[in-house]
T-cell receptor, first 115, second 110 residues
Framework: DAGVIQSPRHEVTEMGQEVTLRCKPISGHDYLFWYRQTMMRGLELLIYFNNNVPIDDSGMPEDRFSAKMPNASFSTLKIQPSEPRDSAVYFCASSLARGGVNEQFFGPGTRLTVL | QKEVEQDPGPLSVPEGAIVSLNCTYSNSAFQYFMWYRQYSRKGPELLMY????GNKEDGRFTAQVDKSSKYISLFIRDSQPSDSATYLCAANTGGFKTIFGAGTRLFVKA
């Protein structure tokens, strides 16, 4: 299996622009997570989906952030309009509901820089 | 207060040293305690986990949880330069919302 795939790997944009991050989870996994990682705040859970349905979006910082999962193999995280404080590494992770520890498998991340 | 607190370091040790990484947590409902390892420019990967209190050993790594003091520890014996990474502690209640610590950056010098 190729693992979790994220694109783009790097994104540099200017303040006010729309940014779309993409994720393909591991085939067969039924949970998908979006995280943001910064030096100051560490790894923060933004939103997660179960069977394509958003379960908990309490970590989404503002209305400027939105996430969708139109099917089991694709999800997007959109920031509109982007601001410099959104600069971070955004990770997508997926998991298979087996109970217990529920290991999450992370993608390589998208490094976002908003100028 | 964050639910899982972790000193971000960095921690620098010589090769062969015993490394102790620690976290505290505040949610008594946490049942699963995990350590993820993150190499530079990569996503975190699960290193090991424990259920409830106790110890778990895997090669040079030992994870320890003390629920009475809400303390999570990871010990690395005979540390190697390849162990240089960021180590994130994490916890959940058995559901899918996992709370991560900030991560401790570890450097093992050859």
């Amino acid at each position: 299996d190729a693992g979790v795939i994220q694109s783009p790997r790097h994104e540099v944009t200017e303040m006010g622009q729309e940014v779309t991050l993409r994720c393909k989870p591991i085939s067969g996994h039924d949970y998908l997570f979006w995280y943001r990682q910064t030096m100051m705040r560490g790894l923060e859970l933004l939103i997660y989906f179960n069977n394509n349905v958003p379960i908990d979006d309490s970590g989404m910082p503002e209305d400027r952030f939105s996430a969708k999962m139109p099917n089991a193999s694709f999800s997007t995280l959109k920031i509109q309009p982007s601001e410099p404080r959104d600069s971070a590494v955004y990770f997508c992770a997926s998991s298979l509901a087996r109970g217990g520890v529920n290991e999450q498998f992370f993608g390589p991340g998208t490094r976002l820089t908003v100028l | 207060q964050k639910e899982v607190e972790q000193d971000p370091g960095p921690l620098s040790v010589p090769e062969g040293a015993i490394v102790s990484l620690n976290c505290t947590y505040s949610n008594s409902a946490f049942q699963y305690f995990m350590w993820y390892r993150q190499y530079s420019r990569k996503g975190p990967e699960l290193l090991m986990y424990t259920y409830s209190s106790g110890n778990k050993e895997d090669g040079r790594f030992t994870a320890q949880v003390d629920k009475s003091s809400k303390y999570i520890s990871l010990f690395i014996r005979d540390s190697q330069p390849s162990d240089s990474a960021t180590y994130l502690c994490a916890a959940n209640t058995g559901g899918f919302k996992t709370i991560f610590g900030a991560g401790t950056r570890l450097f093992v010098k050859a």
